[in-house]
């Protein structure tokens, strides 16, 4: 069964520095998702994607967060300047269409020290 | 902004007793869907709902979108160890123009007692 998948599946990282998640949405999907879950809590939105652009973005995502679809697999988070307050648990999701069920990855736990 | 609200946070049963969550948005939804996420994992599609009324069924798993299209529940008929994780409602809204972003709730973890 095709799945989504994202590296890395933990990362440790200082407070100020870069950070790169990444994530191979399900080949035949157009729609493309970042969502993040503070560890106890409901997974929030924060950008999707599709035809190459931002088609939507959260309050969370201010200047510091980027998205990118290098190639015609890959879709990245990059955060600029981590602050602790980042740490959570990141998911990649995609979809089909824009009103179809959402293909979750397994996330990346992204520890802010 | 808008909020979806999950009740109860926290359910414990005994395993073969009934479980129900109830999912209530501040705004009408176009759509709503289903997720159940293990814990430590992610969070798994179940089911989605579009019309006002819908119910849906997945074996001992019913699923009631309401007729305003602002709350939704979900039911399950003699709870199973395997039935264990947060259930996680999740709505789209609609502004007038397309929208893509699931709104999820609060999410209702369910332990089962066996």
């Known amino acids: 069964e095709p799945e989504v998948t994202q590296t890395p599946s933990h990362q440790v990282t200082q407070m100020g520095q870069e950070v790169i998640l990444r994530c191979v949405p399900i080949?035949?999907?157009?729609?493309f998702y970042w969502y993040r879950q503070i560890l106890g809590q409901k997974v929030e939105f924060l950008v999707s994607?599709?035809?190459?652009?931002?088609?939507?973005k959260s309050e969370i995502f201010d200047d510091q967060f980027s998205v990118e679809r290098p190639d015609g697999s890959n879709f990245t988070l990059k955060i600029r300047s981590t602050k602790l307050e980042d740490s959570a648990m990141y998911f990649c999701?995609?979809?089909?269409?824009?009103?179809?069920?959402?293909?979750f990855g397994q996330g990346t736990r992204l520890t802010v020290v | 902004g808008q909020q979806v609200m999950q009740i109860p946070q926290y359910q414990h049963v005994q395993e073969g007793e009934d479980f129900t969550t109830y999912c209530n948005s501040s705004?009408?939804?176009?759509?709503i869907q289903w997720y159940k996420q293990r814990p430590g994992g992610h969070p798994v599609f179940l089911i989605q709902?579009?019309?006002?009324?819908e119910v849906k069924k997945q074996k001992r798993l019913t699923f009631q979108f309401g007729e305003a299209k602002k709350n939704s529940s979900l039911h399950i008929t003699a709870t199973q160890t395997t039935d264990v994780g947060t259930y996680f409602c999740?709505?789209?809204?609609?502004?007038?123009?397309?929208?893509?972003?699931?709104?999820f709730g609060t999410g209702t973890l369910l332990a089962v007692q066996p």
């Open positions: 709902l579009v019309k006002s009324g």
């Open positions: 705004t009408t939804l176009s759509n």
């Open positions: 999701a995609s979809s089909t269409g824009s009103n179809t069920e959402a293909f």
């Open positions: 999740a709505g789209r809204v609609n502004y007038g123009g397309a929208t893509n972003k699931l709104i």
């Open positions: 994607f599709y035809n190459n652009e931002i088609s939507e």
């Open positions: 080949s035949n999907h157009l729609y």
